[in-house]
Every structure is written in structure tokens, then in C-alpha cells.
């Protein structure tokens, strides 16, 4: 879920690393995780719903949200329902040892 028209949002821009690869990402949109293939963060693991996060906007910063996955989402080692993440979280999906790992970092200049 975008932004409401008309109102900017201050989020940083922000890149996101998996095993996949790195998406980067504009506060202008959300970005939904799971294992579904229209996902924008897609990650083939079992552990991971097929509709399993969203990766949002929130004013000057981001947050995840579990969207009730079987497994979780963790964030900075907690299980989280939702979570204010920035520069240097550490996402894990389905495990909070060894599921998919997503770190997100500073998009730079």
C-alpha cells in the first residue's frame, strides 16, 4: 500500500540484499515479500508464505509487517507482527536462525 497521493513521503531510499540479489527501493511504494512470483521480493524457500511480509513507507522511516505468515518474520533477531527496520536491519523470513535473509542498507548518493 502506496503513499496517499499528495503526500510525500521523508522514508530514505533504501537497498535490500538477499541471496537473490538487491532491490532497490523507493519510498514512493511498498513492497510485498513472500513466495508468490508477483511479489517484488520473491524468495523460493518453503518456510515462506506466499504472501508472507509487506515493506512500507511510514513517514520518515520503514516498517515491516508480517501479513499472518505460517512461520513469522523476524527483525533484528525478534519475532515481529510490525517493525520500524532502516539501514542495517537484518530481515529473516519463515526462521529466525536460518530462514531467507534480507539486510537493508543505505541506497547512497
Not at 19 to 44: F, K, N, Q, W
Not at 72 to 97: I, K, M, N, Q, Y
Amino acid at each position: 500500500m502506496a503513499q496517499p497521493s499528495g503526500v510525500p513521503s521523508a522514508a530514505p531510499e533504501l537497498v535490500l540484499e538477499t541471496d537473490a540479489g538487491s532491490t532497490p527501493m523507493s519510498p514512493s511504494r511498498s513492497y510485498h515479500v513472500g513466495r508468490d512470483p508477483l511479489c517484488e521480493i520473491c524468495l523460493d524457500d518453503a518456510r515462506v508464505s506466499w504472501h508472507h511480509a509487506v515493506l512500507r513507507p511510514e513517514g520518515d522511516h520503514w516498517t515491516v509487517q508480517d501479513e499472518d505468515s505460517t512461520n513469522g518474520t523476524w527483525a533484528d533477531g525478534h519475532r515481529v507482527r510490525e517493525w520500524s527496520v532502516g539501514p542495517g536491519s537484518e530481515l529473516r523470513f519463515g526462521s529466525a536462525t536460518d530462514g531467507p535473509r534480507a539486510l537493508l542498507l543505505d541506497r547512497g548518493p
